[in-house]
């Protein structure tokens, strides 16, 4: 198998979406990085440049409404996960702010929880913080037994060691540790840590970047003040939420401002779920998004539109 390191691009788009083909090129390559220690810096050097290659090339996924042997799929990104990922890396190298806004089932989570890890894997020293509504929303008895995961895949530090469990073991700190709401890489002092957004959140920290899990659905008064206290905490908070709080909240409040980056991640940008869309902005009026669908549906579409 060869593979040039020269450009993030050029590698990213050889990277099979077809999961089978995925999976097959997933061998190869991490036989290379096993035995090729040259071959391993350089690809992370390229994976730094793009993360995107990092999630579609050595990331899995975990969903247990899948059958059997199928839960633990390969984290082959879509063109709009793309996007996100490479642009909140951005943020957190530049420190800006981001609003990652979503409808639910798109990702964004795990997203953010997996960035984190490539971070915490790859930098010296980084610090990370993870925020959620109540404790166990973040990490509840959630440990590392072997290669498994165990605990409740809902909160967020289970997709964390999630992350780092399901890659290679070649890209896998030797050195690691995990206590309740902490989890540190012993080789290279990096952590990523966890607290209930409550009014304290992060007060007092100083962290590399801040993620907070459904900031819209946070009570809007301890909302306002996590929103003041982060500010001072990290030059890259990222607030990710569902699409759809009230007009006067706070997180409605930053997506309007302009102050910050906003990333979508809406359903209709994903390719499982888009097919045959099309919208009606007015009664009587419709607006075909998914042409080819309904063309194969109606051969005479073009015509039936006219009329």
Known sequence: ???????????????????????????????????????????????????????????????????????????????QQVIVVD?????????????LDKTRDEGATVILCSLFDFHWLVTNQSMFLLGSRKEEYVDKSTEIQGDRVIGDHKCLFHKVLYGIMTLPKCLRPKYFKKTHLHFENLENG??????????????????????????????SRIAETIRHTLSDVSDCIIYNSTQGPAAGH????????????????????NPEKNQGLYRSNAYGEVEIVDIPYWEKRIPNLKEYAKN
């Open 87 to 99: 642009e909140l890396h951005k943020a957190i190298i530049e420190g800006y702010d981001c609003a």
């Open 250 to 269: 706070p997180y409605t409040r930053l997506l309007n401002s302009g102050k910050l980056k906003i990333l979508e991640l809406p359903w209709e940008k």
């Open 190 to 219: 990096s952590c990523i840590d966890g607290e209930a957004t409550n009014e304290s959140f992060g007060g007092g920290d100083r962290r590399t970047a801040v993620g907070v899990d459904e900031f819209g659905l946070i009570e």
């Open 1 to 79: 198998m060869k593979l040039s390191l020269e450009n993030p691009k050029d590698f990213y788009k050889i990277i099979p979406k077809d999961i089978g083909e995925n999976l097959s090129f997933r061998k190869d390559l991490y036989n290379l990085l096993a035995v090729d220690g040259g071959f391993k810096e350089a690809f992370l050097e390229l994976c730094w440049q793009k993360p995107s290659i990092f999630f579609s090339s050595c990331m899995f996924t975990f969903n247990p409404k899948n059958a059997p042997g199928f839960r633990n799929p390969p984290f082959i990104l879509r063109p």
